[in-house]
């Protein structure tokens, strides 16, 4: 099975011209606005529907100048940190 990863539907977005700031609307003791621009911010558009982590990586590969490898560990280490401040949600898919 394939992890997908969506956003959370209890979260509040505010996006401006060049950043998106989101805060999860759960717990209050853990909410943290997340500022996201640049490179994180490309992933978040993305990330509008839900999508798996090959999905992202294919999607955005020609915008890194890396090792494939980086890119993987690079967009997996994101959506993990996502997952954790509950802006995304990972269900698993057949």
Do not use: C, N
């Given at each position: 099975?394939?992890a997908?990863?969506?956003?959370?539907p209890a979260i509040?977005?505010?996006?401006?011209?060049?950043?998106?700031?989101?805060?999860?609307?759960?717990?209050?003791?853990?909410?943290?606005?997340v500022?996201?621009?640049?490179?994180a911010?490309?992933i978040?558009d993305?990330?509008?529907?839900?999508?798996?982590?090959?999905?992202?990586?294919?999607?955005?590969?020609?915008?890194?100048?890396?090792?494939?490898a980086?890119?993987?560990?690079?967009?997996?280490?994101f959506l993990?940190?996502?997952?954790?401040?509950?802006?995304?949600?990972?269900?698993?898919?057949?």
């Open positions: 099975m394939t997908h990863f969506s956003r959370s509040a977005i505010v996006e401006k011209p060049h950043s998106v700031l989101i805060l999860a609307l759960g717990d209050p003791a853990s909410q943290v606005p500022v996201l621009e640049g490179t911010r490309d978040w993305r990330l509008s529907t839900t999508q798996t982590l090959d999905s992202l990586v294919e999607s955005i590969y020609s915008d890194f100048d890396a090792s494939s980086t890119v993987v560990d690079e967009i997996s280490s993990d940190s996502l997952v954790a401040a509950s802006l995304l949600v990972q269900v698993e898919a057949s």
